[in-house]
């Protein structure tokens, strides 16, 4: 297991260390997020396979009268594949736009611009991923915790005005309180949308239970009591030429997940013997009016243990 801090140690191309830190510096999730590089070609090498035993249910204890037997209770699991997905983006740039761009390094520009994407896809696919209505993608939280213990619906509460938190934030509070419970230990992180991050850390604020840290980068983190919040901001569909919350919002009511960050729980997957992320910069000196450059990740999540993250449903923010 390894985080992209990790990953990067032993790198000896300095460009490589700044796309990595790039990476880790524009999500949280990434930078707190260790991978399993242990994935491996499938029959015919066309895929990159995991596979892993996804925990059901533990083994329980009983008291037992003398003479008597204990009533076997197994723990149950299942033997579950996970896939990575490889997933990153190209740009062309003219020679000539490289060496006139002058204080706006074009190159240096459009690469970040391919890893702001790229983050953009891995946010909406951990969230969203549905490989049975898309092959090329993961399974995304939604997907893995629907029908889940850990799928908690309190019915609806609304904080979508200042008097109704004001109100209900209690209410809230005690619910969120009662959806962390039923998960396996503490979760690592809480990821949303900004609209309700902004609403549970007015909840916070009126709780006592608002924290702050800062990030590797020295950005300030907001956090519930000490969990990082984590707004996984919006999606740009180039389909439709349009932007939505990562963690959609449906006729006023959004999700909130948590996942618990661990070798045994929630974690990312990446090849074996891999850099999880790659990028290649054109040469310019070679021949050729214009050069393509790229960036890419090959990656996915897996859930081994279903208590390790959860899914609050149905939270009125507007």
Known sequence: MLTLAEAKIGMRD?????????????????DRLIFDNAASA????????????????????SF???????????????????????????????????????????????MEQQIAGAINLFHYTTINGDRATNPLEYDGLDTILTGASTEFTPGEINL??????????????DRLIEFMSLMDG???????????????????????YFTQAESAFGVPVDMWDNIPLVDLENYFDPATQTTRPVVGIDAGL?????VQIAQDGFHGIS?????????????MNLPGAVKNGEVEMV????????????????????
């Open 64 to 110: 037992r009268a003398i003479n008597t037997e204990y009533t076997p209770v197994e723990a149950k699991r299942r033997e579950l594949t996970a896939y990575c997905r490889v997933f990153g983006g190209k740009f062309g740039i003219d020679r000539v736009i490289a060496d006139t761009s002058g204080a706006i390094d074009e190159m240096t520009f459009q």
């Open 254 to 258: 959004t999700d909130l997940y948590a």
């Open 186 to 208: 503490r979760p690592t992180l809480l990821l949303m949308n900004s609209l309700l991050k902004a609403k549970i850390v007015a909840v916070a604020h009126r709780m006592g």
């Open 299 to 318: 990656a996915g999540v897996v859930l081994k243990n279903q208590l390790k993250a959860g899914v609050m449903r149905g939270i009125r923010v507007q």
């Open 42 to 61: 499938g029959t015919g090498g066309s895929t990159l396979t995991y596979g892993y035993l996804q925990l059901l249910s533990p083994a329980t204890a």
């Open 14 to 30: 300095h460009i490589d260390i700044q796309v990595h830190d790039t990476f880790r510096r524009g999500s949280l999730l990434l």
């Open 160 to 173: 979508s005005t200042s008097a109704l938190m004001s109100s209900n934030y209690l209410e809230f509070s």
């Open 271 to 283: 090849p074996t013997g891999s850099k999880i992320i790659n990028t290649y910069f054109p040469d």
